[in-house]
């Protein structure tokens, strides 16, 4: 099981404690982007997903890569518009 990340897209996304302030590579975080972040998690949590939400955002437990896909799938039909993107943003990148 992982926790994937949601956040609602066009907003700014709060650095994580565990998210780099400097890095020497490549980093990114996968996430799920959507369009209405409080319709998204009351559709998913209705469809029988576990969401956890704190003062940092939300995250979705997901047992793999097919799920994310299922997910992705349910979302849309239910007229949210989501996409998997990279979420890092807010870390230096000189």
């Not at 066009?10 to 799920?32: E, I, Q």
């Amino acid at each position: 099981m992982g926790l994937l990340p949601i956040v609602e897209r066009g907003k700014t996304v709060a650095c994580h404690a565990d998210w780099p302030l400097f890095y020497m590579n490549d980093f990114s975080r996968l996430g799920l982007s959507v369009s209405r972040l409080a319709d998204a998690l009351s559709a998913l949590r209705e469809g029988g997903y576990t969401v956890h939400t704190d003062e940092q955002g939300a995250a979705l437990e997901i047992d793999g890569k097919d799920q994310v896909a299922a997910i992705v799938a349910a979302l849309r039909a239910g007229a949210i518009d989501c996409e998997t993107s990279d979420l890092i943003g807010c870390v230096y990148q000189g």
